[in-house]
């Protein structure tokens, strides 16, 4: 029984000792949480809309995402937050061909364009065909990572809850053939803080989708 007793006391003091060594990065809670949104309102079952714009072949429009704030000191770089996010999608699509128009101007003979005359005015244009990029397989959702940053009311396009920081990612090129399609976009949202991070990659490793219908 007093091993028993000397067991539970020493696991009872390392789980405790690593919230002490480790505290939360967050100001409420001991784990962030992320959104995903299209920055307007969702229809009566969850999903968002996109209105596909009939007089382009491609379509272009964002995604957006908030993300909790670290607000620990001891994990901030040079005082900032380190939030990072990695988007996804089920939706994809393959290039047929590429082709684009290039302007030609001609330095001796070119009109320039007034009040200065220092931009040259194309003489012609000349169609090429990329194609290398055939049978290119593209996402609906650019891929790439960005990362989180504090609101701006000035210049910022999208304004996050509370105190929570924001990103965007670019969906598109849409092409026309998704309309009436429902596609999914995912978040993954990383906050880097060290050694709690390692420590409780659940805590800091959190992802968030949500639906679209391109209409």
Same mark, same amino acid.
């Given at each position: 029984?007093?091993?028993?007793?000397? *067991?539970? #006391?020493?696991?009872?003091?390392?789980?405790?000792?690593?919230? *002490?060594?480790?505290?939360? @990065?967050?100001? %409420?809670?001991?784990?962030?949480?992320? &959104?995903?949104?299209?920055?307007?309102?969702?229809?009566?079952?969850?999903?968002?809309?996109?209105?596909?714009?009939?007089?382009?072949?491609?379509?272009?429009?964002?995604?957006?995402?908030?993300? !909790?704030?670290?607000?620990?000191?001891?994990?901030?770089? %040079?005082?900032? &937050?380190?939030?990072? #996010? #990695?988007?996804?999608?089920? !939706?994809?699509?393959?290039?047929?061909?590429?082709?684009?128009?290039?302007?030609?101007?001609?330095?001796?003979?070119?009109?320039?364009? /007034?009040?200065?005359?220092?931009?040259? *005015?194309?003489?012609? !244009?000349?169609?090429?065909?990329?194609?290398?990029?055939? %049978?290119?397989?593209? +996402?609906?959702?650019?891929?790439?990572?960005?990362?989180?940053?504090?609101?701006?009311?000035?210049?910022?396009?999208?304004? +996050?809850?509370?105190?929570?920081?924001?990103?965007?990612?670019?969906?598109?090129?849409? @092409?026309?053939?998704?309309?009436?399609?429902?596609?999914?976009?995912?978040?993954?949202?990383?906050?880097?803080?060290? %050694?709690?991070?390692?420590?409780? +990659?659940?805590?800091?490793?959190?992802?968030? #989708? *949500? /639906?679209?219908?391109?209409?």
């Amino acid at each position: 029984m007093k091993q028993f007793i000397v *067991l539970f #006391s020493v696991l009872v003091l390392f789980g405790c000792s690593k919230e *002490l060594q480790y505290p939360s @990065p967050f100001a %409420n809670s001991n784990e962030g949480q992320v &959104s995903i949104t299209m920055g307007t309102q969702k229809d009566a079952r969850g999903f968002y809309h996109y209105k596909f714009d009939n007089t382009k072949s491609f379509n272009y429009t964002s995604v957006y995402a908030e993300a !909790t704030r670290i607000t620990n000191e001891r994990y901030l770089y %040079n005082g900032v &937050s380190v939030v990072e #996010s #990695s988007f996804d999608t089920d !939706t994809y699509w393959v290039f047929d061909t590429l082709t684009v128009t290039i302007p030609l101007y001609n330095p001796f003979r070119s009109l320039y364009s /007034s009040p200065y005359f220092t931009t040259p *005015l194309s003489v012609g !244009t000349k169609t090429v065909t990329l194609s290398q990029y055939r %049978n290119t397989i593209v +996402p609906l959702v650019a891929t790439s990572s960005t990362y989180f940053k504090e609101y701006d009311a000035r210049m910022d396009e999208y304004k +996050p809850s509370g105190n929570n920081m924001w990103t965007k990612q670019l969906i598109g090129p849409i @092409p026309a053939q998704y309309r009436g399609d429902t596609i999914k976009i995912y978040v993954k949202t990383y906050w880097e803080c060290g %050694n709690y991070s390692l420590t409780y +990659p659940e805590r800091t490793e959190k992802i968030d #989708s *949500l /639906s679209l219908i391109i209409n």
